[in-house]
């Protein structure tokens, strides 16, 4: 497991010894965060955050535009590309692994 603050709040990154698996693939990483410094967040969960690690980030979001409705969304730490599922919960691509973004800010 690892910690870092990341736009003002704790996140802690855990790898699973095994990865659970699902219809799209084994999830290895799972990314708990503190309640936004707005406190907007309400209790649950509110996304799922994919990243594709067999296709290219632009080959996923053109491949779920084809039948969903997907929504850029910029913030000041990523960019990335949502689809609502059901009563405001999201699944959003992202273009790269959190633990990258890491490595490059923190572990310089």
């Known amino acids: ?61 053109a491949k779920l535009a084809e039948s969903e409705k997907v929504i850029k969304v910029e913030r000041p730490h990523h960019t990335t590309h949502d689809i609502e599922i059901k009563d405001g919960f999201l699944f959003r691509c992202t273009k790269e692994l959190l633990v990258e973004k890491i490595k490059r800010e923190e572990m310089v």
């Open 1 to 61: 497991m690892y910690q870092s603050i990341i736009s003002k709040r704790r996140i802690s990154y855990v790898k699973l010894k095994q990865g659970i698996e699902t219809l799209l693939g084994k999830i290895y990483f799972l990314e708990l965060s503190d309640q936004k410094p707005d406190r907007s967040q309400k209790n649950g969960f509110d996304h799922i955050e994919v990243y594709g690690a067999t296709i290219s980030y632009d080959a996923l979001v």
